[in-house]
């Protein structure tokens, strides 16, 4: 089992940044092996959305079009913490954002996710 807790969300004015943590834990050797690491948002009303995941194993990133060029997803070596940057915040990423991870290789960056994190709240004021 894989346990993860976000962090770092907050409420910042339209063009401000943040940057959320996600702590992983749980057996070394399950953390070892999540092949994706994600974040994802939800805001009221609307359907959860994949923003950013990475490889794990060698660093490749994705990013959804709405956010591309303004967030920036990494880890720590250990793979144990993963970060979302996120600037020029606007309105519209006002959300709850989720980490997950993906134990599968398979398939989408932004599906078939696993392991979820119970949320940071963001929000972004006009």
């Known amino acids: 089992q894989v346990q993860l807790v976000e962090s770092g969300g907050g409420s910042v004015q339209a063009g401000g940044s943040l940057r959320l943590s996600c702590a992983a834990s749980g057996y070394t050797y399950s953390i070892y092996y999540m092949y994706y690491m994600g974040w994802f948002r939800q805001a009221p009303g609307k359907e959860r959305e994949a923003v950013a995941a990475?490889?794990?194993?060698?660093?490749?990133?994705y990013y959804a079009d709405s956010v591309k060029g303004r967030f920036i997803i990494s880890q720590d070596n250990a793979k144990t913490t993963l970060y979302l940057k996120m600037n020029s915040l606007n309105p519209e990423d006002t959300a709850m954002y989720y980490c997950a991870a993906k134990s599968s290789r398979g398939g989408r960056w932004n599906a078939g996710y696993n392991y979820w994190g119970k949320g940071t709240q963001v929000t972004v004021s006009s």
């Open positions: 990475i490889a794990t194993g060698g660093g490749f990133t």
